[in-house]
Each structure stands twice: as C-alpha cells, then as structure tokens.
C-alpha cells in the first residue's frame, strides 16, 4: 500500500491549510491513521491520530486548531489546520496501521504493517 500526502505548501502566520492522504488501495479498515510531522533538526512526532472507531486524538500542541478525519468514500485522510504558528512549519507525513484492503484483484488482504507516506512541507512564516 501506499499513501502519497499533498496539500502542504507556504501560509502567513492565522492562515489555513489543508492535508489530504490517499492510499493506493481501497482501505476497508483501518486500525489507525495518524499524522506526524517533523520539523528541522527535531525528531517526528506525532500530530493527530484516529482509530477505525473515529476517536481522535491530538498534540496538545495543536488541539483547537487542527482538525483530523476520514472520508472512506473518497479513501482519503484529512488534516485541516487553522491557526497556523509558525512553530507548526515542518514536513508532514500519514501513517497507516493494521489494514483490511482489497488488492488489484479484488481480493482482501488484511495486513499488520505500518505504512509511511512521502511528507508534504507546511511552512508558515511570520
């Protein structure tokens, strides 16, 4: 499976953006979803993250601002971020864990890993 993130891109401090996740494969279910984030010289950490049962959980660094959810129509994780800090510039990344797909045959795989997308750079100047 992949996922390829997007959505990132250049925003004045108070402005908005918002994240997309697709996955290469249609995704039946999912044990977590997650966002992370990694700014320069500092480790990834972990952003917001939501269980197939839909409860969300956030940074403290970013709860009231940030928003994170799933479309299944549309096989697409969201992160909507208002407010934006420039402490918030970093490069992005979705995470997927424990996934029920169906391959190019149709077929269901149920799968244990953990899968990384490539990062989408946020920067949000001053």
């Known amino acids: 499976v992949q996922l390829q993130a997007s959505g990132g891109g250049l925003v004045q401090a108070g402005g908005s953006l918002r994240l997309s996740c697709t996955a290469s494969?249609?995704?039946?279910?999912?044990?977590?979803m997650a966002w992370y984030r990694q700014a320069s010289g500092k480790e990834r950490e972990l952003v917001a993250d939501?269980?197939?049962?839909?409860?969300?959980d956030y940074a403290d660094s970013v709860k009231g601002r940030f928003t994170i959810s799933r479309d299944n129509a549309k096989n697409t994780m969201y992160l909507q971020m208002n407010s934006l800090k420039p402490d918030d510039t970093a490069v992005y990344y979705c995470?997927?864990?424990?996934?029920?797909?169906?391959?190019?045959?149709?077929?269901?795989?149920?799968?244990?890993?953990?899968?990384w997308g490539k990062g989408t750079l946020v920067t949000v100047s001053s």
């Open positions: 939501v269980t197939n049962g839909g409860r969300t």
């Open positions: 995470y997927a864990h424990g996934l029920t797909t169906l391959n190019e045959m149709g077929e269901l795989v149920v799968d244990g890993e953990g899968y």
């Open positions: 494969r249609k995704i039946l279910r999912a044990d977590s």
